[in-house]
């Protein structure tokens, strides 16, 4: 089996039926090696390699002591672009993959709904602790407001250059492409590109499905078309470029989903419910073939006494075939002979599914979405299909939130932290995340936090994305009442309130309420 054919398959399940309603998955690096070399931008010394390679490759083991090994290295392909340009062969073919995001439906929002709950939620940003600790060191009022407005300051300047580091997208923008891509095929890439100055002043996506690793990790290709790029690893300033003639790359960053059968490549959350995408094509093309074929009622014609002529069976046979289906009050006239004496001409033609028809396989279909569901870890009202049980969303949510979401924001703020700590160390990003909680609760949480001198005034300002306010940064002075009305309140024993609530349950009028002392259960 070649390489080309071993891609094929995704999960032990042959995808190659699918090729009427998925395009076989085109791997850019399947050219040959003859071929490889005459791409766009490879130079003279890569050039000569692949030459060695081709001639290597077709001389044969000298007779005698000439020994050598003859092993083949795992995820290597010799004869085409791989072998040319010494990069790895991903455990799935990236371009099926990315296509299984467009065709399964569950697939396809379970991604979306990940994009938005990670990245779709915008960013912000955190004083790192070595500015917290700088800002604990200036206690005069005067020096506190100005290291306040330098920090909101800087804020506004990083927002406005991630942004234009892009001319086509915003940072956002370029985070969700990476994080799709990262999801449907378990890879994705962010290109750096610098100045002659040193400074980073691109950042962009590159699509995944165009990049290969290569073997030795000290770089990336990406082939389009007739033409090869080089890219080196990011913060790799030096390496020389082994494939191009360009003399300064750009850097990639590459993000990938672990696999432990795979160090070079990740391996997305839908290869493990493969078997269900797959089912779940079989199963739509089944219902649109039945209804492209099949969605009339199918007939049986029966002639007794008679036989039909040539031109009338040719007739009918059109009828049936062509001007049946889709039209409306056809007319079919089919000539046939006169009775007599000994026999009498009978046309019958009978309906054999006159019945409402339904699609096939619903019950085959919701499993198979759930089996998806379940791989990426979404539940059914991320995707717009709730429950019916408020409190079993909410909890679904939370989890979501807790073992997807988070996790994931954690690593992306990892690694986007390295491009920012090259500009600044006072700040750090941060991820948006999924609040579970109303305006009204937030609120009433806040102001006990700020009552109770749990955080200042500016920290639950910034909680709720505000600026700062002069004398917000000291814990908030409460009068003798006040400090006794929050004690009593954090210790539940406001007697107003609790005399109100008794007052609200003695009462008749109430549905809920206990009943009055002596009266009993109410019938």
């Known amino acids: 089996m070649d390489m080309t054919e071993e891609q094929t398959y995704i999960s032990g ?20 090696i003859a071929d490889a070399k005459h791409l766009s931008g490879v130079n003279r010394n890569c050039s000569r390699r692949i030459d060695t390679k081709i001639k290597k490759s077709e001389e044969k083991l000298p007779e005698g002591d000439g020994a050598q090994s003859k092993q083949l290295l795992p995820g290597m392909v010799w004869r085409n672009g791989y072998g040319a340009f010494d990069v790895m062969i991903p455990p799935y073919n990236q371009t099926e993959l990315a296509q299984y995001y467009e065709t399964s439906f569950a697939n396809h929002a379970s991604v979306d709904a990940k994009v938005s709950n990670m990245v779709g939620l915008g960013y912000s940003w955190k004083l790192s602790d070595k500015a917290i600790s700088l800002m604990e060191t200036k206690t005069a009022e005067k020096d506190q407001a100005f290291a306040r407005k330098k920090v909101e300051r800087l804020k506004v300047r990083l927002s406005l250059w991630l942004d234009a580091l892009n001319d ?14 990262l999801q ?27 990049i290969r690793v290569r073997r030795q990790k000290d770089g990336f290709c990406q082939i389009v078309g007739d033409k ?48 269900a995408v797959i089912g779940d094509i079989f199963a739509q093309q089944y219902n649109i073939d039945y209804f492209e074929n099949k969605a009339v009622p199918r007939y049986l014609v ?41 026999t009498r001409v009978e046309f019958k033609m009978e309906a054999i599914e006159a019945g409402i028809q339904e699609g096939s396989f619903g019950k085959y279909h919701e499993s198979n979405r759930n089996d998806i569901l379940s791989a990426h870890q979404v539940p059914l009202s991320k995707i717009g299909m709730g429950d019916g049980s408020l409190a079993g969303t909410i909890a679904s949510d939370r ?44 609120a009433t949480m806040l102001e006990k936090y700020v009552r109770n001198q749990i955080i200042t005034p500016n920290e639950a300002r910034v909680i709720l994305g505000q600026p700062h306010r002069k004398g917000g940064d000291k814990p908030l002075e409460l009068t003798a009442k006040q ?41």
């Open 13 to 32: 399940v042959r995808a190659a039926p699918f090729e009427d309603s998925i395009k076989k998955g085109h791997d850019p690096f399947q050219v040959d």
């Open 168 to 181: 086509d997208d915003t940072f956002i923008g370029t985070l969700e492409r990476l994080v799709t891509d």
């Open 184 to 210: 449907s095929v378990g890879n994705g890439y962010l290109e750096i590109g610098r100045k002659s100055t040193g400074e980073i002043g691109y950042i962009g996506h590159v699509p995944a499905v165009s």
């Open 228 to 275: 090869i790029v080089f890219f080196r690893n990011y913060g790799d300033k030096t390496n020389r470029n082994p494939v191009t003639t360009d003399p300064y790359p750009n850097e990639i960053m590459h993000f990938k989903m672990y696999s432990p059968l795979n160090t070079y490549y990740g391996v997305p959350d839908i290869v493990s419910a493969g078997q």
């Open 302 to 342: 029966t002639v007794k006494g008679a036989k039909l002529s040539q031109d009338s069976e040719n007739k009918l046979f059109n009828f049936m075939q062509t001007n049946l289906k889709g039209q409306n009050h056809r007319t079919l006239l089919v000539p046939l002979p006169p009775d007599n004496d000994q």
């Open 399 to 442: 989890t979501f939130r807790e073992q997807v979401a988070k996790p994931a924001q954690r690593m992306l703020e990892k690694r986007v932290g390295r491009i920012i700590a090259e500009v600044t160390d006072i700040l750090e990003f941060k991820l948006n995340e999924l609040t579970l909680t109303d305006e009204a609760a937030q």
């Open 483 to 523: 400090t006794s009305d929050s004690k009593n309140e954090a210790q539940g024993k406001d007697q107003r309130a609790t005399d109100r609530e008794n007052n609200a349950a003695d009462d008749p009028n109430t549905v809920s309420g206990r009943n009055p002392k002596g009266e009993g259960n109410r019938e």
